[in-house]
């Protein structure tokens, strides 16, 4: 069992490029979720999907674009990478409110 | 303004003793609350969880107490054991389709053997 899987691990960016964070699911979930985690802040939602083909905006959506082309992928891109967007990101899919399952994330370092 | 707050960044017992990691909330349209556990570098997983329509729920050694009049609910871990020790996360859901759930800011847990 998989569950979810996040690609890739770590990388490290120059301020000002681009890049696309990918979340796969193989359990059929219909909603998905992308979040940061900073120190202090505890994990804050950015985007979120509540089914394929659908989009929406979280609590810090600024300077992030989502997509969900099929229903087990959840892309999040960063167009213009800044010093700020440095965090540890973890998409999480659930099928309820209780059944939220996590992956274990990909630390990125915007220098 | 953080709507879930965990005002203890950090809590160490010993091992055998009762943990208790506190959470407050602000906003009364919560109806669903929750606790994560975090190991380093992997995701946060499940712990327990409890409806608004409840006050206590329990799940072998984990227990969480929900008190709606003071916006605050409490984990409670007997006995502890050493692989108790992570990040955990207390978590707050609004009714709705895509039942988005706001975490606090997490409480570091240490059990010393």
Known sequence: ?111 | DQQVKQNSPSLSVQEGRISILNCDYTNSMFDYFLWYKKYPAEGPTFLISISSIKDKNEDGRFTVFLNKSAKHLSLHIVPSQPGDSAVYFCAASLSGSARQLTFGSGTQLTVLP
């Not at chain 1, 569950?3 to 681009?18: A, D, I, N």
């Not at chain 1, 209780?98 to 990909?106: A, E, K, L, M």
Request: some cysteine; overall charge positive.
């Open chain 1, 1 to 111: 069992n998989a569950g979810v899987t996040q690609t890739p691990k770590f990388r490290v960016l120059k301020t000002g490029q681009s890049m696309t964070l990918l979340c796969a699911q193989d359990m059929n979930h219909e909603y998905m979720y992308w979040y940061r985690q900073d120190p202090g802040m505890g994990l804050r939602l950015i985007h979120y999907s509540v089914g394929e083909g659908t989009t929406a905006k979280g609590e810090v959506p600024d300077g992030y674009n989502v997509s969900r082309l099929k229903k087990q992928n959840f892309l999040l891109g960063l167009e213009s990478a800044a010093p700020s967007q440095t965090s540890v990101y973890f998409c999480a899919s659930s099928w309820s409110y209780y059944g939220y399952t996590f992956g274990s994330g990909t630390r990125l370092t915007v220098v």
